[in-house]
């Protein structure tokens, strides 16, 4: 989806700002959240193509306000609530309770709701399958294109390359997950992934690049075409 | 929308988390106890240190750095390093001519198990749109001033790969040990904002 998750090339974000002395965590929270993220990455609640799109699903303005680790509170509520596991109203409840410092906290009920997950229902993680193998499309040196495409879904192709022609650099042959159909549960759709390099001149123009710089980036096979004009 | 302000000292953010690691704990999704031995991993074991070892590694056994530079992670192996979030580790070099950098302009993707958690401005807005269209100046921003005949190379690694930048070994630093030439490789270094390693310790 052209989100605000996608900010290669975007103006008006002003100075990187290094802070030499931060933290592993900057709060509390955050780090809470980033650490049960991981212990839940192993249950098999969800893949990590779907956190990341619940990501971009936040309201752009939500997005650029309630920081990183706000970001991954924000996933991990809605898929929680849309697995059914953890309902949003008992969210809801728990946080007026703790919120009003109650010491006893209302009970949930522990049926009717889908944990334990199935055997069956678990999700993988991981995007490389090493005990499958893929045929690359394209080989190294190849010019091709990335194809211009605005899924609305979840995709890994970067508003900045679409249409754009570069360089096969490197090719990834091992067996990829597509996350732009995992994200939905519309397959794992194995693949290459090609490290592609782009002249910042072919991204950015010839007024505004940058002198002498290249642009290298991973893009998976179905995110490229052939570029038959400029073999 | 349920976000409860009546508790000013807390932020609504950390009210819901302690509510969600409530609730998970109660249905055993999870247990806190889980949680803070992956806090205690993240603050204590891993960080950029673990990723200055591997470069110092290759800097005074040239065996090893071919190995890395052909399979990052594999070679990381031999030094006991591994873990989530990186799936095939591409080590990539700095030359006198080439300079490489790395971000991630979708999200945040970082090698968590060689350089720990990135921080605050690798997953700012800032840092995310600015290094693919003028990495000269936001380097130059930061202290590092390239002349144009240094190609910069921008690593977005948007994909499962991860990056790690070998920085270049200082010139006459035949009298530093692995151990000192750790001491100075920074995080920064390895992104590949900083360029420059000092002699002096």
């Known amino acids: 989806m052209n989100g605000i998750h996608d900010m290669g090339g975007l103006h008006g974000f002003g100075p990187v700002e290094i802070d030499p002395d931060e933290p592993v965590f900057t709060t509390e929270w955050g780090s809470r959240i980033f650490c049960m993220t991981q212990v839940i990455d192993g249950l098999g609640i969800w893949n990590l193509d779907e956190h990341r799109h619940e990501i971009e699903l936040m309201a752009p303005e939500d997005y650029l306000t309630h920081t990183y680790y706000g970001r991954w509170l924000f996933a991990m509520e809605h898929i929680l609530e849309r697995r059914n596991i953890v309902r949003r109203a008992e969210v809801d409840l728990r946080a007026a309770e703790i919120a009003s410092d109650r010491r006893q906290f209302t009970p949930v009920r522990t049926a009717d709701r889908n944990w334990p997950l199935a055997e069956d229902a678990k999700v993988p993680w991981g995007g490389w399958r090493k005990d499958e193998s893929v045929t690359p499309k394209f080989a190294e040196g190849q010019r091709v294109r990335v194809r211009n495409i605005h899924p609305p879904g979840h995709t890994r192709v970067t508003n900045y390359t679409r249409g754009k022609s570069g360089d096969i650099y490197r090719v990834n042959a091992q067996a990829w997950v597509f996350p732009d159909t995992r994200a939905h549960y519309q397959g794992e759709n194995l693949q290459a992934v090609y490290t592609v390099r782009f002249d910042a001149q072919t991204l950015w123009g010839e007024s505004q690049a940058e002198p002498n710089l290249y642009v290298y980036i991973d893009l998976s096979e179905n995110h490229l075409e052939a570029d038959q004009e400029n073999q | ?201």
């Not at chain 2, 921080?119 to 840092?127: E, L």
Request: aromatic share 6%; with cysteine; proline share 7%.
């Open chain 2, 1 to 201: 929308m349920g976000h409860n302000h009546a508790h000013p000292e807390k932020a609504w953010q950390a009210i819901r988390t302690e509510a969600i690691e409530s609730l998970l704990n109660e249905i055993n999704v999870l247990t806190s106890e889980d949680v803070d031995k992956v806090v205690r991993h993240y603050e204590e074991n891993v960080g950029p240190k673990t990723g200055a070892r591997v470069i110092a590694r290759a800097w005074v056994d040239p065996e090893f750095k071919t190995r890395l530079l052909a399979d990052g992670l594999v070679a990381c192996e031999e030094l006991g390093i591994g873990g989530p979030e990186t799936e095939l580790l591409h080590v990539v070099e700095n030359t006198p001519r080439v300079h490489n950098v790395v971000v991630c302009t979708l999200c945040s993707c970082y090698p968590w198990p060689i350089l720990g958690l990135p921080p605050a401005w690798y997953k700012s807005s800032a840092y995310r749109s600015r290094l693919v269209r003028e990495p000269r100046k936001v380097l130059s921003e930061l202290g590092v001033d390239l002349p144009d005949e240094v190609e910069i190379r921008v690593w977005d690694s948007v994909s499962e790969i991860r990056y790690l930048v070998m920085p270049e070994k200082p010139d006459h630093s035949e009298n530093l040990s692995e151990a000192e030439f750790a001491e100075r490789i920074t995080r920064d270094h390895m992104i590949g904002v900083a360029r420059h390693i000092p002699q002096a310790g």
